[in-house]
């Protein structure tokens, strides 16, 4: 088992920036196991951000650019630095981990340990 806690949300005005933290209860547990996703009402999960092997980072066309993942393994926390924040930005924000670990995928049915989330709101 796995407890995922997200936080840094909040509500900024568009253009703003906003760093999100999510800390895993295990300590083991490497970055390259972990993944950025966001939901906004009526829409499906999206997959943001992950860790590839070897330390590059995969993100998905709607914030690559303007997102950038980060971690500390040693205190298995990731990290989602988000700039030029838009209105379509507005979501909840989740963290979760997969036992595939360093691959390409950002589906989210590959994910079997998910946060509660963290809301961020964006205004135009």
């Known amino acids: 088992q796995v407890q995922l806690v997200e936080s840094g949300g909040g509500s900024v005005q568009a253009g703003g920036s906003l760093t999100l933290t999510c800390r895993a209860s295990?300590?083991?547990?490497?970055?390259?196991?972990m993944a950025w996703f966001r939901q906004a009402p009526g829409k499906e999960r999206e997959g943001l951000a992950r860790f590839l092997t070897y330390g590059a980072a995969l993100y998905a066309d709607s914030v690559k650019g303007r997102f950038t993942i980060s971690g500390d393994n040693a205190k298995s926390t990731l990290y989602l630095q988000m700039n030029s924040l838009k209105p379509e930005d507005t979501a909840m924000y989740y963290c979760?981990?997969?036992?595939?670990?360093?691959?390409?995928?950002?589906?989210?049915?590959?994910?079997?340990?998910w946060g509660q989330g963290t809301q961020v709101t964006v205004s135009s």
């Open positions: 295990r300590n083991t547990l490497i970055t390259a196991c």
């Open positions: 979760a981990v997969t036992s595939h670990c360093g691959s390409g995928s950002l589906n989210a049915g590959s994910f079997s340990y």
